[in-house]
């Protein structure tokens, strides 16, 4: 019975053509039921630094949503309505004036404070990862003689886990 039954992954060879039924394909089968998605894998490090720049960027729009709500507010008291920046009187702001002026600012204060946010600081530890993971396989007091083999770092999270 089993003869003539190609299982999911399944590659055919040394055959012209293939005539073939599909039997079922859902979630139940049991390579489905087998298989599981890979965990992704990350060092201390990685976590740590990735919630660390969350808190950042968490702080950061808490500043950016204060600043521009202050601009909204000193707008609205100090008659801020000069021509050139084609704003409407204070006396007679909707709803919408004062969200498109809080939105605006808020993207202001946003660009101003970027610099807050670390992003050289992933880029510089990857480099140094990936620095050390050349290092650890130019090192000839790690090479196996018995079986002609240098050290091959597969991944540069290797040198955290080391210490």
């Known amino acids: 019975m089993y003869d003539h039954f190609a299982l999911r992954g399944c590659s055919l060879k040394n055959t012209d053509f293939v005539i073939g039924l599909v039997t079922y394909v859902g979630p139940n089968?049991?390579?489905?039921?087998?298989?599981?998605?890979?965990?992704?894998?990350?060092?201390?490090?990685?976590?740590q630094t990735g919630r660390q720049i969350l808190y950042v960027f968490l702080t950061m729009c808490i500043c950016c949503a204060c600043a521009?709500?202050?601009?909204?507010?000193?707008?609205r008291v100090n008659d801020s309505s000069t021509w050139y920046l084609d704003m409407p009187d204070p006396s007679n702001w909707g709803a919408w004036t004062i969200t498109k002026l809080f939105l605006q600012s808020f993207g202001t204060w946003i660009l101003l404070f970027t610099n807050m946010v670390p992003i050289s600081?992933?880029?510089s530890l990857e480099i140094v990862k990936f620095s050390q993971a050349?290092?650890?396989?130019?090192?000839w007091q790690i090479y196996s003689e018995?079986?002609?083999?240098?050290?091959?770092v597969q991944s540069s999270n290797l040198n955290e886990e080391l210490g």
């Open 134 to 139: 050349k290092f650890i396989g130019w090192d």
């Open 68 to 75: 521009a709500s202050f601009v909204v507010v000193w707008d």
């Open 121 to 123: 600081l992933l880029v």
């Open 146 to 152: 018995e079986k002609d083999l240098p050290t091959k």
């Open 29 to 47: 089968t049991r390579i489905m039921l087998n298989s599981c998605a890979s965990k992704q894998k990350q060092s201390n490090l990685e976590r």
